[in-house]
Structures are given as structure tokens and as C-alpha cells.
């Protein structure tokens, strides 16, 4: 993290994006999340915290005054901490639910990842000071469907893609989705492949989502980071991850070493994509699908 970078502060002001479908943009400002707040008739749906509780104090604030005395509901996206690691500032105002994989990849790795983001700057550790992991109040298997009063919202465990348990937020009337990090918009995916110590990432799998999240037909897409936008904003995510994948499979088909394919699509993307945020993680997804082709090609002998 540079030291010019913004610190990771949810700042702007929530915005309609469809009939009761409000987001808080993340302004494109790096570990802030988009948050959603979902209104129904009688409860309302606030869709990740953004990092640490002084985040999470804002996300609250915005939440309860649009709600206007309806009763709150709290999910996250999956278990990264600028999506989830304000949860605590909801405590005794929200029902929190989360899906199983993701509870159980936050009691695995939370600790471990509130170190690991420590380390990105002062403005980081800041927001992350005092932060308390949240169990939820309910959690789910596969799906389930809130009912906010005349808004239905399905929730969705997606399995192993970009973490072991991504969520998605869908609203099968309004047709709006929410992504978290499964899609970025004009940012490169992340892909938190740190062997030895996590590789629960599947670039493979991934793209199968992103196909699935395709025939939902949203009409407005929330990613995780990035602006709102149509569906075209799932399709140049699995565009550039489809690529990503080819590119990997023909050069490590002609020889090339790890790093070497790693080096040669970190230029490559950079160019094909100069206005697109955090180029860092071109390198990582390299190494993922490199990883995945060369365990394939061990297998077959
Ligand atoms: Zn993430």
C-alpha cells in the first residue's frame, strides 16, 4: 500500500440504484467495499460493513436512518475484512446472517488476515484498531430467502471461487445483484492464492460462477469494488479471467516457468488494461491457473 493511498474510510453518501436499492459507493478508493442497503415495507438488508468499526459506525448510521425504524438484517459478502470486519458496530441493533463456508473460513483465517492487513499502513491498522470477530446470529446452508415485506432477497453460497464461501445478494424482482469481490468493475480480480498458507481460490470454478451469475440476468450489477453497472459488468469480469486462463494455459504450454508467465501477463494485462485498479493481483491469478494446468498436466502423466 502506498503511502499517498486514500485511507480506507466509507465516505460517500448511500445512492437509490433501484426502488429501494441503495449503495454506498466505494468512490474507487482501495479496501473500501460497495455496501448495499436493501429497504422492504418491514425490515431492511444492510449488505457488508466495509474495515473495522469506525466503518462499520457509518454503514449503521446510513442503514438506520434510511431504514427508519425497520427492523435490520446484517450479511456479508464472504469473510475479508474490509467486506465484514465492521459487523461488531451492528451488535444488538442487527440480526446478522452469514452462510456456513464463510463462518467457517472466518474462524480459520480471521486472526490471520487481521494481522496480515495490519501490515498494509498506518491508515490500514487504523481503521482495523479494536476490531472483534462476529459470530452471526443465523447461519444458512446453500440458500435462503429473506423477506424484507414485499422485497424478497435470496442469498447464495457459491462454494470455492474467490474464497471458500462467496456470497451473492439477489433480488429476484428488482434484479439487482450484488456480487462482493466474485466481480470488480474496472479492477482486476483478486485472487488471494499465498501458498503455502492460503490457496483456497479457484479461477476455474470462478468462471463457472460468473457464467451462472449471467443467466440470473441482472439488470443492475453491485460489485464488490468499482461502479454499478449492467450486466456487461459480469461479462468483462469472466472475459478477463477467461483470458487470463488462456493465457496462462499457452504459455505454460510452451515451456515457460511460473514466474515467467507471471512477469509476461503482468505486462501484458497492464496494457491491455492501463485504467483498470489494482494490476498487483494479475501476477497472483497467473500463479493460481499456472498452479491448476500444472497439476493437470502432472495428472496426465
Ligand atoms: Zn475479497
Not at 26 to 34: I, K, R, T
Not at 205 to 228: K, M
Request: net charge negative; charged share 25%; hydrophobic share 40%.
Amino acid at each position: 500500500m502506498e503511502a499517498t493511498s486514500p485511507a480506507p474510510v466509507v465516505a460517500n453518501e448511500p445512492r437509490e440504484v433501484a426502488d429501494g436499492v441503495h449503495v454506498v459507493p466505494d468512490g474507487h478508493v482501495a479496501l473500501v467495499p460497495n455496501v448495499g442497503i436493501v429497504l422492504g415495507n418491514r425490515a431492511a438488508l444492510v449488505v457488508d460493513t466495509g474495515m473495522g468499526p469506525r466503518n462499520g459506525a457509518i454503514v449503521r448510521g446510513h442503514a438506520e436512518r434510511l431504514a427508519a425504524g425497520r427492523r435490520l438484517f446484517l450479511t456479508l459478502t464472504h469473510f475479508h475484512p474490509e467486506h465484514g470486519y465492521g459487523a461488531q458496530a451492528f451488535a444488538g441493533g442487527a440480526v446478522t446472517v452469514y452462510n456456513r463456508a464463510q463462518l467457517d473460513e472466518l474462524r480459520a483465517k480471521g486472526a490471520g488476515y487481521l494481522e496480515l492487513f495490519k501490515t498494509f499502513g498506518d491508515s490500514v491498522a487504523a481503521q482495523l484498531d479494536g476490531v472483534d470477530l462476529v459470530e452471526p446470529d443465523v447461519v444458512y446452508d446453500g440458500t435462503a430467502e429473506l423477506d424484507l415485506g414485499g422485497t424478497r432477497v435470496l442469498l447464495r453460497d457459491w462454494g470455492l471461487a474467490h474464497t471458500r464461501g462467496d456470497q451473492t445478494v439477489f433480488l429476484p424482482e428488482q434484479r439487482v445483484l450484488f456480487t462482493g469481490d466474485l466481480v470488480e468493475e474496472r479492477c482486476f480480480a483478486i485472487f488471494p492464492w499465498f501458498p503455502p498458507d492460503d490457496v483456497d481460490v479457484d479461477g476455474h470454478r470462478w468462471i463457472e460462477v460468473l457464467e451462472e451469475l449471467e443467466r440470473l440476468e441482472p439488470v443492475v450489477v453491485v460489485p464488490g469494488h468499482g461502479d454499478a453497472g449492467g450486466p456487461e459488468v459480469i461479462a468483462a469480469a469472466r472475459e478477463y479471467l477467461e483470458l487470463l486462463r488462456d493465457e496462462t494455459e499457452r504459455l505454460a504450454g510452451e515451456g515457460h516457468t511460473e514466474d515467467e508467465v507471471a512477469a509476461e501477463l503482468d505486462r501484458s494485462f497492464r496494457a491491455l488494461h492501463p485504467d483498470w485498479a489494482q494490476p498487483e493481483w494479475i501476477d497472483f491469478g497467473a500463479r493460481c491457473f499456472y498452479t491448476a494446468y500444472a497439476r493437470r498436466a502432472t495428472a496426465r502423466g
